[in-house]
């Protein structure tokens, strides 16, 4: 018996073991996330601080930086607003019907329609790139918020069939079949059954769908320029044509980069639920 | 949707096939009425253009040189564009710069995993800061190795390199390649991160108990029971890291702009530079073709060695 207290004492390891992991995860946290940090405070320097080596930590923070940049942030942000968010509605709108009507109906040919919709991910741009800029062009849709959301929207439904697939095929099979008995209509089951039953499932899928369309860069900068270019185009112009500025441009792209950190911290257990559960067997 | 309104009703003869669970007819015309519209819609976006990527690339085009005209010339794109030196080059650097990024990926994520796989002090906000890079656009992060790190002038590993003692240190021209990998591993080490954690912790703590009794120490553990427990994780999480780090564009696009010369650009970059820089449609369109059989060759390699692995190991 006494051999019982010694062996769990075994499994968990020594204090200093311990505290050196901690030391080592603090130290990741320090080189992963200090780029970041830096580029936050920085936008807080004035410009002749920004470039003062070495670098000023202790300093006087002053907001003229991110107040300047809000005047060439503000169009490209209202940018991204539409075109993401546009993207992002009509993705669900598609995608959410597909899922439930693939995790819901027994068909043998299930499976490899959900395979196909991720297969279309593997699909490299480069692939689809020139044909959809002389089609674009040919529709006189380049530099409007439509040629940007009709891509995004193709990217991101897949995304969104796949992950709510994976949501939706955990869901009590006995609620559907009852509420099926009952007479309960197909989009009546869809709006008040399944979509709330899934609520955190979409969000999450939802957030994804904003992460990569905000951030994506490829198509935004082929068929975009001055009159509708999203944030991600924005901070490549700014870096060429302002590159001179450090800490304004590190303001801006402060900026830049809110909406997206904001919504990945918060979907970030989700998210990889969604891509797992399904891929891992 | 107009569309998909249609496509069920010409589509209803097939619908008696394909089994439906309770009243035949009705459930595979509603089963088609909410699946089509997506369906369609993604092959449209995603599908069409390819057919139009291989028409164009066997025309000579120059967008804004309309005076040349557009002609046919079979596969002479492709043998100009495709069998030459340079592209020869620019594919071993795209294959170089993702086994480079998913090997640092694969260790640094690993590493990070079993560390947070424990309870210490602060732990969900040390998870969620080194989570952050993933959510950080691809520009971003060329602007922060261009500029903030590695800048000849005021870059902060260029200052600390110069304390040391390193002088003329500019790696983003000395090792262009190599530092968009790091660049990339950056940004992509987080999705490993959470994928083996979340495989490390699904292990019931049982399995470890029993190989510690049996004596396993803590590289025992890890390597009979932990490694095995992670390979699928592994042959997931690179599929998914390759298909996206095999066209990384943005890092390239403001860390180095593909150079110096073409020695930091990758398949993807080049598609773009020929068609969207350079305005040649045909000669671009038939390097996006390659890209793609090329791309999907080796996923399908990977995904077999990866399956023989995972096969191998359970």
């Known amino acids: ?281 | 949707m107009e569309v998909s309104d249609r496509i069920p009703e010409s589509a209803n003869a097939r619908g008696r096939a394909s089994g439906p669970r309770k009243a035949p007819a009705s459930a595979g015309r509603e089963r088609r009425s909410l699946l089509y519209p997506g369906l369609i819609v993604v092959v449209i976006i995603t599908q069409i253009p390819f057919l139009l990527t291989i028409y164009l690339s066997l025309q000579s085009w120059n967008i804004i040189r309309p005076d040349l005209g557009r002609r046919f010339v079979g596969l002479g794109n492709y043998t100009r564009e495709i069998f030459s030196a340079e592209f020869g080059t620019i594919l071993v650097q795209t294959l170089g710069l993702a086994a480079m990024s998913l090997a640092l990926c694969s260790l640094i994520g690993l590493g990070l995993a079993l560390l947070l796989n424990r309870d210490f002090f602060a732990k969900g906000l040390v998870q969620t800061l080194l989570v952050t890079p993933f959510f950080i656009m691809p520009t971003v992060t060329g602007l922060i190795w261009k500029n903030e790190l590695f800048s000849p002038n005021f870059g902060l590993v260029t200052w600390f390199a110069g304390l040391v003692g390193l002088e003329s240190f500019n790696p983003m021209a000395q090792y262009p390649l190599i530092m968009v990998s790091t660049m990339v591993a950056w940004q992509w080490e987080p999705l490993f991160m959470l994928v083996l954690l979340a495989g490390l912790s699904a292990i019931p703590e049982e399995e470890k108990e029993a190989a510690r009794l049996d004596g396993c120490g803590r590289m025992g553990v890890f390597r009979h029971i932990e490694l095995p427990h992670l390979l699928p994780y592994y042959r997931m999480v690179i599929l998914l890291g390759s298909i996206f780090i095999l066209q990384v564009f943005g890092e390239i696009y403001v860390g180095t702009a593909g150079g110096p010369g073409t020695s930091s650009m990758n398949l993807q970059y080049l598609t773009f530079q020929t068609g969207l820089v350079g305005w040649q449609v045909g000669a671009a369109s038939a390097i996006g073709v390659a890209t793609l059989v090329i791309t999907i060759a080796i996923l399908t390699t990977l995904l077999r060695t990866m399956n023989a692995v995972v096969r191998e190991g359970a």
Not at chain 1, 47 to 71: G, M
Not at chain 1, 81 to 89: D, K, M, P, R, Y
Not at chain 1, 113 to 128: G, R
């Open chain 1, 1 to 281: 018996m006494s051999s019982v207290p010694a062996q769990t004492k075994e499994k968990s390891p020594t204090p200093w073991g311990h505290y050196l992991q901690n030391a080592v995860l603090y130290l990741a946290v320090v080189v992963i996330f200090g780029p970041i940090f830096w580029l936050i405070v920085t936008g807080f320097k004035t410009d002749a601080a920004a470039y003062t080596l070495p670098p000023q930590i202790l300093f006087t923070p002053t907001l003229e930086q991110y107040v300047s940049a809000l005047q060439s942030f503000r169009g490209p942000f209202f940018n991204s607003l539409v075109i993401v968010g546009a993207s992002t509605i009509i993705c669900l709108l598609l995608g959410i019907p597909a899922a439930f009507a693939l995790s819901f109906y027994a068909n043998p040919r299930n499976e490899s329609i959900v395979f196909w919709f991720i297969t279309t991910k593997a699909l490299p741009l480069a692939a689809v790139l020139t044909p959809l800029f002389v089609i674009f062009r040919y529709l006189r849709l380049l530099d409007t918020p439509w040629a940007l959301i009709i891509v995004f929207t193709g990217m991101n439904t897949p995304i969104v069939v796949w992950m709510m697939y994976q949501f939706m095929k955990d869901l009590p099979k006995e609620i559907l079949e009852a509420a099926q008995v009952d007479g309960v209509r197909l989009w009546q089951m869809l709006f008040q059954i399944v979509i709330p039953l899934t609520r955190a499932g979409i969000a999450s899928t939802a957030m994804l769908c904003v992460i990569f369309a905000w951030n994506e860069f490829l198509f935004s900068v082929s068929f975009t320029a001055i009159e509708w270019q999203p944030l991600s185009v924005a901070v490549a112009a700014q870096q060429s044509a302002r590159g001179q500025f450090w800490a304004q441009l590190s303001a801006f792209t402060t900026l830049a980069i809110i909406v997206p950190v904001i919504v990945g911290w918060l979907t970030q257990k989700q998210l990889v639920r969604g891509l797992t559960s399904g891929a891992i067997k």
